[in-house]
Nanobody, 124 residues
Framework: QVQLVESGGGLVQAGGSLRLSCAASGRTFSVYVMAWFRQAPGKEREFVAAIKWSGASTYHADSVRGRFTISRDNAKNTVYLQMNSLKPEDTAVYYC?????????????????WGQGTQVTVSS
């Protein structure tokens, strides 16, 4: 099995920045793609960004492209989400996810493993 632990959430003013981390452990050799999702109160869980472990190819949702950047550190089995120019609508619980799929999928059902989530709050 794979365990995912997110960290780095917090409260930030609009226009500010945060960096989220997701540490993976366990059977990490079976993970080919990791992703970030977010879920605001009363809304569905939304895809944010995904990255391949090999080659570091990435895909970002239109809503965050140009502001957020997903990256990875292979030696630490950790993925990051650098969030810049934050907006109040970015407020949500952010979840790390992993899958054995080799493509950058955006649906929640495509991911096998999930972290516990970390709260990001952006004030006006």
């Amino acid at each position: 099995q794979v365990q995912l632990v997110e960290s780095g959430g917090g409260l930030v003013q609009a226009g500010g920045s945060l960096r989220l981390s997701c540490a993976a452990s366990g059977r990490t050799f079976s993970v080919y793609v990791m992703a970030w999702f977010r879920q605001a109160p009363g809304k569905e869980r939304e895809f944010v960004a995904a990255i391949k472990w090999s080659g570091a190819s990435t895909y970002h949702a239109d809503s965050v492209r140009g502001r957020f950047t997903i990256s990875r550190d292979n030696a630490k089995n950790t993925v990051y989400l650098q969030m810049n120019s934050l907006k109040p609508e970015d407020t949500a619980v952010y979840y790390c996810a992993a899958t054995s799929s080799a493509v950058l999928l955006t649906g929640t059902s495509s991911y096998n493993y999930w972290g516990q989530g970390t709260q990001v709050t952006v004030s006006s």
